[in-house]
């Protein structure tokens, strides 16, 4: 399928999936949400019941609890029915993200081990490594404090006015907090088949930085392994040319599903919120082209105009993952040297997610705002910092975003139950994050890749 006819597929999938959804939801799945968001409005004020009642002893309490459960047995069998109306859809997805999968590993590892082998030295490895990490870290820096500017200047959070929810209150999300000892099992593999059976991007990257180095200190022996893993990694990217066909039909499916799940309503339900957040989204990309454009010239343009598929397959399918082979593959075609691309990339995938970044800040202050708790300059600076810590190496840990959120927000006393706020537009603020994630991750690439000289023009 030829590059300008897979846009032009993908697009009219995002149109069709719209439309698809739409009409599934009012025909099929209104019903069922239906029932659902009765069964939650009545655990709810069962809920509040609870909270004020005095006596746990008597009949009136244990009732309540009774009914709280078969309340609850009704909402979980009614997601169970929907998620059942929807898995004709979610397949088509699945599928397409399971391949994506399949390759992502072995190509990770076959073409940093190339990279590594063919920089050489270790001072080289750490020349490269160094600035990666500088505009990493400067991007991280720029995303999260971009994302507090704007929501102390749009205010989304303060036409809520929530009344402060009891403690005991949970969403269910499981909380993450800054733990070396996690940290470093996150990032130092004790088993690489273990690292690729999982996906483990930044295990699987300290592995091959060992093994590139390696491969390298060996001299001519070393050479038979490069031109192995050359090989294989050109036999995984004509793979990717195949499961690429299946992109159109992934966004369809995808997008079919949220719709049709969510309905239309909740963009109306949360419009200025997910408007001021993309409008957010899009000065990022803006901040992150003109810097790119300050190395690149007017190159930083021409590469996103060869990333847009890749942007659109991440968007459609709520993953940056999704899009890497095919970002890979158009930074090589861009001038990019196979051996920056193939260092910096998987580095990018699990340091540098300026989309994520972002919404943590955008999305921690909202609930403040919401629950009209106001936290001065100082604080927010705190909130700031602590996220940048706690989200390095999280790429891959399901809804990462409000994992980290759900653990920071609980030290500035912001109430966890507010994020249920945000747990049903989640998928679709995701869709933005992992476009701009992708974008991000192309621009280092080829900034770094010019720094070094290994731009071709």
Known sequence: ????????????????????????????????????????????????????????????????????????????????????????????????????????????????????????????????????????????????????????????????????????????????????????????????????????????????????????????????????????????????????QLAPLAVFGAITAIIAKQGLGILSTYAIFIGEFYFSLLILWLVIILAGSVVLQGRAFNLVGRIKDAMLIAFSTSTSEAAYPKVLLELERFGCHNKIVSFVLPLGYSFNLDGSMMYMTFASLFLAQSYNIHLSFEQQLSMLLILMLTSKGIAGVPRASLVVIAGTISMFNIPEAGLALLIGIDPLLDMGRSATNVLGNAMATAVVSKWEGELEN
């Open 1 to 244: 399928m030829q590059k300008s006819k897979l846009t032009l597929y993908i697009f009219i999938a995002l149109i069709l999936g719209v439309i698809a959804g739409y009409i599934y939801n009012a025909t099929v799945i209104n019903n069922i949400n239906t029932k659902l968001s009765a069964a939650e409005v009545n655990i709810k004020t069962i809920d509040e019941q609870l909270v004020v009642a005095t006596d746990t002893t008597t009949a009136t309490y244990k009732a309540l609890k009774l009914e709280r459960k078969a309340q609850a047995t009704i909402r979980k069998a009614s997601d169970a029915e929907r998620e059942g109306k929807l898995v004709g859809f979610t397949v088509l997805s699945d599928i397409f993200l399971r391949l994506i999968k399949m390759i992502v590993a072995p190509l990770v590892f076959t073409t940093l081990v190339v990279g590594v082998a063919k920089v050489g030295d270790i001072r080289s490895v750490g020349r490269i490594g160094g600035k990666t990490l500088l505009w990493f870290l400067s991007a991280t820096l720029v995303s999260l404090l971009l994302g507090m500017l704007l929501v102390n200047l749009f205010k989304p959070g303060e036409a809520m006015h929530l009344p402060l929810p009891d403690s005991h209150l949970s969403t269910g999300i499981e909380k993450t907090t800054l733990s070396l000892r996690d940290f470093i099992g996150h990032v130092f593999p004790k088993s690489f088949i273990e690292a690729m059976a999982n996906n483990e991007i930044l295990q699987i990257v300290i592995f091959s930085l060992f093994f590139g180095v390696g491969t390298a200190a060996i001299g001519e022996k070393g050479e038979i392994v490069i031109k192995a893993m050359d090989a294989i990694a050109h036999v995984i990217l004509k793979i990717t040319g195949y499961v690429m």
